[in-house]
């Protein structure tokens, strides 16, 4: 019988396989007790059926004769224990998201409240202008006079262009705060919509995993977490009912160990 696992191929897959599976065989009743997921130039990593969420990791040579030899001693990378670690980062930065995004509100109601005192400076200084300009034209029967109340008015002018210069600056330094945040809280749902992403690649259909990129944009984090928790669970089920063989690759190594070691910081 020729076994092929979706998404796998290898030279040395079949002896590979049957190193793992002794018992497949019709007098061994076709027992399966591991399932390769991942080769590479010097490892197998395969999914043990009698331990669920284990993954085994092999070493393996062709020795001077050419045959393929497979190590007895393998790691064990628990998967499950390791998204579970994941989920409870994900939480953590989650309740920072929500704190910079109220902080952001708090930011923007500052800014709307400036850009309204602004406003009325801008009206009050007109206001303003309007009178120095009736002064300057009653400036020729009424010089003297004029004289006096210009400079009180000057003095006046000058402290409310100077306060509205004040509250300029203000809300420059408002705006580039609030760009910065904004700009912050983008990034970071980026590198986690993306990091969500990889972490269920191995785990998920690749088309129905498509499906799901594909409108990741308009996903909130949350939202795309708990798709493709439902499709991963889906897709589980379905194994585990044995309606389909799909079997998701497992992710490099060096992939998930930089995942586990930016969330255990």
């Known amino acids: 019988m020729t076994v092929k696992v979706a998404g796998l191929e290898h030279e040395h897959f079949e002896t590979i396989w049957n190193v793992l599976n002794p018992n497949f065989s019709e007098e061994g009743a076709y027992s399966i007790n591991l399932i390769p997921c991942e080769i590479t130039e010097e490892h197998v990593f395969a999914l043990n059926c009698e331990h669920a969420g284990q993954i085994n990791k ?9 045959t393929l030899v497979i190590a007895d001693e393998f790691e064990v990378i628990d998967y499950k224990h390791q998204v579970a670690e994941y989920e409870a980062a994900q939480t953590e930065m989650d309740g920072k998201l929500t704190e910079a995004l109220n902080t952001y509100t708090a930011l923007k109601d500052q800014y709307d409240t400036l850009m309204a005192d602004k406003e009325s400076l801008q009206n009050e200084f007109t206001v303003l202008q309007n009178e120095f300009e009736a002064l300057k034209s009653a400036l020729a029967e009424k010089e003297q006079e004029i004289e006096a109340k210009q400079e ?22 408002k705006d580039e705060t609030i760009k910065k945040y904004s700009d912050t809280i983008v990034e970071y749902e980026n590198k986690e919509k993306e990091a969500l992403i990889a972490k269920f690649t191995a785990r998920i259909p690749a088309e129905t995993l498509q499906s799901i990129i594909d ?3 308009s996903l909130t984090i949350k939202e795309l977490n708990t798709e493709l928790a439902l499709e991963y669970t889906n897709f589980s089920m379905t194994k585990e009912n ?7 690759a497992v992710p490099e190594e060096s992939a998930l160990v930089k995942l586990l070691k930016n969330y255990k910081k």
């Open 215 to 217: 409108r990741k944009d």
């Open 242 to 248: 044995k309606e389909d063989i799909r079997i998701p």
């Open 152 to 173: 009180e008015f000057t003095k006046e002018l000058n402290a409310k262009q100077d306060a509205f210069n004040a509250q300029t600056e203000v809300l420059a330094e």
């Open 58 to 66: 092999y070493s393996y040579s062709i020795n001077e004769e050419g």
